[in-house]
């Protein structure tokens, strides 16, 4: 079968109006698993807004204009460490049993620091003391080629492993646990339950409608500022700045830019990305009605993304899927510019199995986004067509229709309309967050043309 240009009507967005929530439980079994994996006295998680992640997985806080520490000790201690407008914000906590404690070292600069002004005896007060270990969880973590010292290497600000080593008795007794969370397989954050998919499906479904709306309504004559206006942001949490970018033959399309005042004229590559917790979706192509050499292209790199959908399943080998994917691009001159999928959730990146001579193997429960991003293009091209989707066996599907009856509805009617529209079979292991999936259409001034097997 080959790949052609067909028209398709894109099914409806049906995207609920209300987030699905974690149940406490789930919170507390987190923390239990992590702390007892980690096996220390202390574990020490750390946030700011940037790197909100692995805090928000295990207690449903993120910190918004402050840094956050989530200790998780003895006798299911659980204890917040906040600063002065973190204090206000820590009931959207869903973590039971959550104590929280204001160390206004936390606090941005010049707010009053009269009341607990020292991190040190904050720490120490809630239980930390010398001659206990202790893990640190940071935003990601170093891999052995990249680090040759016996002391573990934090991604986490000096200050905290400086006052952690001192209350511990030294730096020996701070062990890296960022991997019991951020681990590609092993870790907790690697592999999600039914309530987890179900969230995420809800944000990767409104970032897939926010995108689609800003490929059908970007034409000619409106700036990058009008055309992601169009998006119909309601305040979902991003994982990502908006991103929306255009440019003509003379310049590169750069992906990751914000949008700004350029004018988009017709041939110019414009490309659109919106991420929200659970899943990012991007487009890219041209704003025009047709143009030969550039379908010739978006072809080769469909016929990537089929490779991806149609090699990726449970207990495949992430070199598997690389070879898969870069095979069929190099065929056109193609390859993917990063790692042809990766895993996600309350950040657009955790880690990846899907990598060069990888031997992970994909799990039931792993949130993947599959992004392939093609390079090398010309000047004033984009290609892109990115979304979620979770890998899920026979229980935890069962579990996801039975908890979440309607999401599991809305999954099984996506596939249905790949396999029924775009000529694709997905495998039933794999669970499409986006509204869109495989919808790429390479023109934007035919948003309904879709390319398809034929």
Same mark, same amino acid.
């Given at each position: 079968?080959?790949?052609?240009?067909?028209?398709?009507?894109?099914?409806?967005?049906?995207?609920?109006?209300?987030?699905?929530?974690?149940?406490?439980?789930?919170?507390?079994?987190?923390?239990?698993?992590?702390?007892?994996?980690?096996?220390?006295?202390?574990?020490?998680?750390?946030?700011?807004?940037?790197?909100?992640?692995?805090?928000?997985?295990?207690?449903?806080?993120?910190?918004?204009?402050?840094?956050?520490?989530?200790?998780?000790?003895?006798?299911?201690?659980?204890?917040?460490?906040?600063?002065?407008?973190?204090?206000?914000?820590?009931?959207?906590?869903?973590?039971?049993?959550?104590?929280?404690?204001?160390?206004?070292?936390?606090?941005?600069?010049?707010?009053?620091?009269?009341?607990?002004?020292?991190?040190?005896?904050?720490?120490?007060?809630?239980?930390?003391?010398?001659?206990?270990?202790?893990?640190? +969880?940071?935003?990601?973590?170093?891999?052995?080629?990249?680090?040759?010292?016996?002391?573990?290497?934090?991604?986490?600000?000096?200050?905290?492993?400086?006052?952690?080593?001192?209350?511990?008795?030294?730096?020996?007794?701070?062990?890296?646990?960022?991997?019991?969370?951020?681990?590609?397989?092993?870790?907790?954050?690697?592999?999600?339950?039914?309530?987890?998919?179900?969230?995420?499906?809800?944000?990767?479904?409104?970032?897939?409608?926010?995108?689609?709306?800003?490929?059908?309504?970007?034409?000619?004559?409106?700036?990058?500022?009008?055309?992601?206006?169009?998006?119909?942001?309601?305040?979902?949490?991003?994982?990502?700045?908006?991103?929306?970018?255009?440019?003509?033959?003379?310049?590169?399309?750069?992906?990751?830019?914000?949008?700004?005042?350029?004018?988009?004229?017709?041939?110019?590559?414009?490309?659109?990305?919106?991420?929200?917790?659970?899943?990012?979706?991007?487009?890219?192509?041209?704003?025009?009605?047709?143009?030969?050499?550039?379908?010739?292209?978006?072809?080769?790199?469909?016929?990537?993304? +089929?490779?991806?959908?149609?090699?990726?399943?449970?207990?495949?080998?992430?070199?598997?899927?690389?070879?898969?994917?870069?095979?069929?691009?190099?065929?056109?001159?193609?390859?993917?510019?990063?790692?042809?999928?990766?895993?996600?959730?309350?950040?657009?990146?955790?880690?990846?199995?899907?990598?060069?001579?990888?031997?992970?193997?994909?799990?039931?429960?792993?949130?993947?986004?599959?992004?392939?991003?093609?390079?090398?293009?010309?000047?004033?091209?984009?290609?892109?067509?990115?979304?979620?989707?979770?890998?899920?066996?026979?229980?935890?599907?069962?579990?996801?229709?039975?908890?979440?009856?309607?999401?599991?509805?809305?999954?099984?009617?996506?596939?249905?309309?790949?396999?029924?529209?775009?000529?694709?079979?997905?495998?039933?292991?794999?669970?499409?967050?986006?509204?869109?999936?495989?919808?790429?259409?390479?023109?934007?001034?035919?948003?309904?043309?879709?390319?398809?097997?034929?």
């Amino acid at each position: 079968m080959r790949v052609a240009l067909r028209d398709v009507a894109v099914p409806a967005f049906d995207v609920p109006l209300d987030p699905p929530r974690i149940p406490s439980a789930a919170y507390e079994m987190r923390c239990n698993a992590t702390y007892t994996r980690a096996g220390c006295d202390w574990l020490v998680v750390y946030a700011d807004r940037e790197h909100l992640a692995n805090i928000a997985f295990l207690s449903g806080f993120e910190p918004r204009f402050e840094e956050a520490l989530l200790l998780l000790g003895p006798g299911n201690r659980r204890v917040l460490v906040v600063g002065n407008e973190g204090e206000g914000y820590a009931p959207v906590a869903g973590l039971p049993g959550l104590e929280v404690v204001l160390a206004q070292s936390m606090s941005l600069m010049g707010q009053d620091r009269s009341r607990k002004p020292d991190l040190a005896a904050v720490l120490k007060d809630a239980g930390l003391n010398a001659g206990q270990t202790m893990g640190l +969880i940071g935003w990601k973590y170093l891999e052995k080629a990249e680090w040759n010292d016996p002391s573990p290497g934090f991604f986490v600000p000096h200050y905290l492993v400086a006052i952690l080593s001192r209350i511990a008795g030294g730096q020996d007794a701070l062990r890296d646990a960022t991997p019991t969370l951020m681990h590609a397989v092993t870790g907790l954050r690697a592999t999600i339950d039914a309530d987890q998919i179900a969230l995420h499906e809800w944000g990767a479904a409104r970032a897939s409608a926010a995108v689609w709306r800003i490929v059908e309504r970007t034409r000619p004559g409106v700036s990058e500022l009008e055309a992601a206006s169009v998006m119909g942001y309601a305040g979902e949490v991003l994982t990502a700045h908006v991103m929306v970018a255009t440019s003509d033959a003379r310049h590169e399309v750069i992906g990751m830019r914000s949008p700004g005042g350029r004018i988009v004229n017709h041939g110019d590559g414009a490309t659109a990305a919106i991420g929200y917790w659970g899943g990012l979706s991007a487009r890219a192509g041209l704003v025009a009605e047709y143009d030969e050499a550039f379908l010739k292209v978006a072809t080769a790199y469909f016929e990537g993304l +089929i490779a991806w959908y149609e090699t990726a399943d449970i207990g495949v080998s992430g070199q598997t899927i690389f070879d898969a994917v870069t095979s069929t691009l190099a065929r056109a001159g193609l390859r993917s510019a990063l790692n042809p999928g990766h895993l996600t959730g309350h950040d657009e990146w955790i880690h990846t199995p899907v990598r060069p001579g990888s031997a992970d193997r994909i799990a039931s429960g792993m949130p993947f986004q599959v992004d392939i991003i093609p390079e090398p293009l010309p000047k004033g091209w984009a290609l892109n067509c990115e979304d979620g989707v979770v890998f899920a066996d026979a229980r935890l599907r069962a579990e996801l229709g039975a908890r979440h009856p309607a999401v599991l509805e809305r999954i099984d009617a996506r596939r249905r309309f790949v396999r029924d529209q775009l000529g694709i079979a997905l495998k039933d292991s794999i669970l499409p967050l986006s509204p869109t999936p495989l919808c790429l259409p390479p023109f934007w001034l035919a948003p309904r043309r879709l390319l398809a097997r034929s």
